[in-house]
């Protein structure tokens, strides 16, 4: 058996958080592991176009903003695995993580910024036809259907933006939304409103997904009416908020009803060393800018923690 | 204009020092005219040459059926072989660049060591498999759950020299993507029939290349 690499800290997940952790931890003199499972950067590297992040007045779009915060972290010694945190153990005064390839780290103190992933709608056909008109990914996506008519399901930032980004490429952009109004900021609404390839369905529930090989529409039920209508579109992008990534955690840290993990105010989970930072964290708001906090917030109490061990 | 910043290029220059052992050929079909993404494919090509002493390029114009593009068995372009101690089977179809790129580099790393990161379990299930596979990886440059996906597929084709494996950029080669019926990417297609939605862990992927192996 090798030795199993040992660091100060490991930071398990490398969006935003992570990455942030990474820089910190790195700049405090640790030696910082970030294991990211896909690709650094996390949830922002799926996204177009990043507005509301300080510093960028311009925007920024959400690959550069990744590979530079990448950079950042890679700068002052973060390194990477580029790996699956699959189970944690812990011992006395380190955790042992163990990786899906079967690899090992140990290190003195975890922070846990794992984000958060799509939630589904659950309907018939979803499953079925992913990748044949259902997407959760327009960057990824989008180009599938270009001069086609789409629909995307769902209310706030996340469908809205892309909404505007879809349209962009399709006809027509179709947003269906539970409710009567949206839940998205304000200025997002605007742009929404006034493309003219935008249009809203509202107070419509999604029933179904149907086509055969490729989508063919999409099977919405009025709340009201309680009639249902078919929307002849050939992709369906959802939007509908997210689950967080806490499984590897679950039996060692405390959780909310909704799977998020708890901390106090200097983002201690309920299990002394293990920090959370980031989205999958209970919190009220879910936006980079407090993703990037919440990891300087970690990695510096995690550094104190390990002084003090 | 260069695309790998100054700094970008010092960590893949230290990189490679690190972890090229081998050679890496670099075998690049191209056509200077009607092929939107030949050139700055050719170019991302160029800026990584000078990266390591381990690295060279071979260009072909291409021409179907000519000669060496039979010998590698491409029928597209742009077309990048990675060839180290031999030819291993991996392909690239269209550019790699965005998040693929991330992938060409990883795989001229293990070409040129002969070795991949598989788990111990996931190489003797690859290195046992007795028939042809091909597998067909598709990809979109801003898809960042696909470089995964194109990973696991070159690193069969290192382990075993009966699988070849190649990245496909879906909007540049549109026939294809419509003939497999790929609306989403990632989407791995092995022997044509088998196919496999999304960034699967490795062993839904080795899973899924047994059944085409079958
Ligand atoms: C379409 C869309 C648009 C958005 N637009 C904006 C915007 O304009 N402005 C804004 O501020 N925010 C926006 N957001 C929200 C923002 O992306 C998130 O708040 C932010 O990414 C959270 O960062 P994070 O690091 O906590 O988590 P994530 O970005 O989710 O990163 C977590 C990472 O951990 C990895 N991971 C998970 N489990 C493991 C494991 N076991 N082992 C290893 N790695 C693991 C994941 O692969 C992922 O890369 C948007 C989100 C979406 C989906």
């Known amino acids: 058996m090798p030795d199993i690499p040992t660091f100060d800290i490991a930071i398990i997940g490398g969006g935003p958080a992570g990455l942030t952790a990474g820089l ?53 010694g973060a390194q990477f695995v580029s790996d699956e ?11 042992l993580v163990r990786l899906s390839s079967k690899a090992q780290l140990r290190a003195k103190a975890l922070v846990i910024a794992s984000g958060a992933y799509p939630r589904t709608l659950g309907v018939p056909g979803e499953k079925e036809l992913l990748g044949k008109g259902v997407s959760y990914c327009a960057v990824c996506d989008g180009a599938f259907f270009k001069n086609q008519d789409v629909a995307v399901v769902g209310g706030g930032d996340s469908a809205v933006q892309e909404a505007v980004y879809l349209a ?5 952009v179709t947003v269906v939304h539970r409710r009567s109004s949206l839940r998205a900021a304000e200025s997002l609404q605007r742009v929404a409103f006034r493309n003219g390839k935008i249009s809203f369905s509202w107070n419509r529930t999604v029933v179904a997904i149907e086509g055969g090989t490729q989508v063919e529409g999409l099977r919405v039920m009025d709340k009201e009416t309680m009639k249902e209508e078919v ?50 964290r209970r919190k009220l708001v879910r936006q980079i800018s407090g993703a990037v906090g919440d990891a300087a917030t970690a990695a510096v109490a995690a550094q104190q923690y390990i002084e003090n061990l | 204009m260069p ?35 030949c050139q700055p494919t050719e170019q991302i090509i160029r800026e990584l040459l000078p990266l390591s002493d381990k690295l060279s390029l071979e260009t072909h114009a ?9 010998r590698y068995g491409i029928d597209k372009i742009p077309a990048i072989v990675l060839v180290g101690a031999k030819d291993y ?9 965005g998040f693929e790129f991330s992938t060409l580099v990883a795989d001229i790393i293990d070409v040129s060591r002969g070795e991949t990161s ?56 549109p026939h294809l993507a419509h003939q497999y019926n790929v609306a989403g990417v990632p989407r791995t297609i092995f022997n044509g029939t088998v196919s496999l939605e999304g960034a699967a862990p490795e062993a839904l992927f080795i899973e899924k290349l047994l059944e085409a192996a079958r």
Do not use: W
């Not at chain 1, 945190?85 to 955790?95: D, L, R, T, V």
């Not at chain 1, 992008?237 to 106090?264: C, R, W």
């Not at chain 2, 290029?9 to 993404?37: H, N, S, W």
């Open chain 1, 168 to 172: 962009g490429l399709c006809s027509t």
């Open chain 2, 118 to 173: 598989f788990s111990p379990e996931a190489r003797d299930k690859v290195r046992a498999i007795a028939k042809p596979v091909d597998i067909q990886v598709f990809v979109s440059p801003t898809c960042p759950y696909c470089p995964p996906a194109v990973r696991l597929a070159h690193m069969a084709a290192i382990e075993n020299g009966l699988v070849t494996a190649a990245m496909v950029e879906s909007t540049e080669f």
């Open chain 2, 89 to 97: 089977g991996v392909r690239f179809y269209g550019i790699p660049a």
């Open chain 1, 231 to 280: 929307l002849p579109v050939s992709g369906v992008f959802i939007y509908v908020g997210y689950h967080p990534n806490s499984a590897v955690v679950k039996d060692l840290v405390q959780l909310d009803e909704n799977g998020y993990i708890v901390t106090d105010e200097n983002l201690m989970t309920s299990a002394p060393g293990i920090f959370a930072a980031g989205d999958v």
């Open chain 1, 85 to 95: 945190a699959a189970a944690i153990a812990i011992e006395p005064k380190s955790f």
């Open chain 2, 3 to 37: 695309l790998l910043k100054d700094e970008d290029q010092k960590y893949l220059r230290a990189e490679f020092a690190r972890k090229l052992t081998g050679p890496v050929k670099i075998v690049f079909f191209t056509q200077a005219q009607d092929c939107m993404f």
């Open chain 1, 24 to 76: 910190y931890a790195g700049r405090g003199g640790l030696r910082a592991a970030v294991v990211e499972k896909l690709m650094p950067g996390g949830l922002v590297a799926n996204t177009e176009r990043i507005d509301n992040y300080p510093g960028f007045p311009e925007g920024i779009s959400g690959y550069d903003l990744a590979q530079r915060m990448q950079a950042q972290a890679a700068k002052f």
């Open chain 2, 62 to 70: 291409f021409a179907p059926g000519s000669e060496e593009a039979t």
